[in-house]
């Protein structure tokens, strides 16, 4: 599915939409982010039903440019988590390297045998090989003198929405999509687009899209997006099998929350968070000395000081 053309891709996202809606008599929500993927999917859901409703969860860590998108967007319900994020790192801890990761750490520390068993390299699959699971490579996050935790989500994000399903009784959209993450692959894999039968039943019809899909739909079909991505434009040097050009954002890569820790390891010079620093240095200082994120990418070895503003 994930090798499907763009036009096959969004026959069978519109299909899967139609479906849900229809399941559940229209009582059906788009879970709206204003990152670039749900700008898509509300896109590709309001062609078909133009009254569906989207949610936008306020977690106060968004780009004010990416508020202001929202903000411009018809029959957008704001949430607003419980508890603000310094409260949530400093009961919980720093979502830091990956959710995945984040949270091993956090049960090893409470000790549970088989998270330290994926720390220490000595899980082994059901054919006796090591386990894809393993992360031998996080143990020294053990001894890192902040907690750390993947609870973050739960409470800045998942729980409104979880409230807003409760009382509006109605079933959510999402835009997740299955090459984000090993835990998201296995959650498709599991569920299939549309997961009629799971405890709490969710559709996530751009499941088997990949990122130049959605980079490709934005170019093609011209729709507003968050200015905080930048152009979309060939990457120097680099082509897709059939030759067209690879996309990219001239800005951001991704636009969820400024103060994340997730992923930024991973990323070239300069960082989000050194790009922060000349884009937004309100939000850069608190960050990194208000909330302390500057001494975890201490500890994990990430720069987030701008060279060219220290010259
Ligand atoms: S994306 Fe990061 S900062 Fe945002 S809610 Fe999740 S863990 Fe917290």
Redesign the pocket.
Known sequence: MQAWSLEHKVQVTQTRILEWYLKYDGKVFISFSGGKDSTVLLDLARRVFPDIPAVFVD?G?EYPELREFVRAKENVTWLRPKYP?FQ?IDKYGY?VIS?EV?NVIDGARKGQPYRFARLNGELLDKNGNKSMFNCENYRYLLDAPFKIS?R??Y???KAPIYKYERISERRAIIGTMACESKLRTQSWLKAGCNGFESSRPISQPLAFWLEQDILRYLQLTGIPYAPIYGDIVPAAGKQNKNDSPVLTTTGVSRS??M????GVHLEPEPNRFQRMQLSHPKQYQYCIYGLGCGKVMDYIGVPYKNNSLEA
């Open positions: 977690t860590l994020f949530i979502p959710k984040s993947d973050c989500c409470h800045m994000k969820g929350c103060f994340c820790l997730y």
